[in-house]
């Protein structure tokens, strides 16, 4: 996997590509905009980390060049500015995830990882894991071939669960993956918890192995025991 890091404040950059590496991925950084414009037209990436605010160009300008060249690569932006209309109008042209600065790499890992993994789920129609199966076109999921109902946040958030397999998410990401901006934090904390408890409940009423563990002091993680 290749991925393209834009961010003019060298010290981030330089631990974003140590902390991207160790995970296996292939990095490259650009630090100015021509840089980074030059590379995306020269060469393919599985996903482009930029940041909005680079001294000599814009990030959305980037983001918008490069959707011409290769619609495929994924976008996350990463930026200072917290502000609604600059994630909605980075969401508009077509990036998939904001990060506002700062943030911890593991968080910008995980979030990389879902990205890439949501773009490997595009080109097929189903995705399974061991004895479940969903069916994004229809939202339908099934336990060994027995169709089972879940709630819509029931359902995005074994998607979510799906596409994060064997990380450890914390429950305000879950919690900002399942309400977006509107959370409020208590509150939404029961929630998750209430929503995995009845997901899990559903599942092992099918027969489905037990894949969803608490992780003390952090959150949940999706995978094999
Ligand atoms: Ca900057």
Redesign the pocket.
């Known amino acids: 996997m290749k991925v393209l890091v834009v961010?003019?404040?060298q010290g981030l950059a330089e631990s974003i590509t140590d902390y991207m590496s160790k995970e296996g991925y292939v990095c490259e950084t650009a630090s100015t905009f021509r840089e980074a414009d030059e590379r995306i037209y020269l060469y393919n990436y599985d996903c482009i980390i930029v940041?909005l605010?680079?001294p000599d160009g814009d990030g959305f300008q980037l983001i918008q060049s490069l959707k011409q060249f290769s619609a495929t690569t994924g976008i996350i932006i990463i930026s200072a500015r917290n502000a609604l209309e600059d994630k909605l109008k980075g969401l508009e042209i077509g990036s998939d995830d904001y990060l506002t600065k700062p943030f911890h790499l593991s968080e910008l890992n995980a979030r990389v990882k879902s990205l890439l993994r949501r773009r490997q789920f595009g080109g097929h129609t189903e995705i399974r894991f061991q004895e479940i199966t969903v069916v994004p076109q229809s939202r339908n999921v099934y336990v060994s071939g027995q169709h089972t109902t879940l709630s819509r946040k029931e359902y995005d958030l074994l998607l979510y669960f799906l596409s994060n397999a064997d990380v450890a998410l914390t429950k305000v990401s879950i919690a900002e993956h399942l309400w977006g901006d509107n959370i409020d934090s208590a509150d939404s904390l029961d929630m998750v918890y209430s929503h995995i408890k009845n997901l899990r409940r559903k599942l092992l009423e099918k027969g489905s192995g037990d894949y969803i563990r608490s992780i003390y002091g952090i959150g949940y993680k999706f995978g094999l025991p």
């Open positions: 961010e003019d404040e940041d605010t680079l």
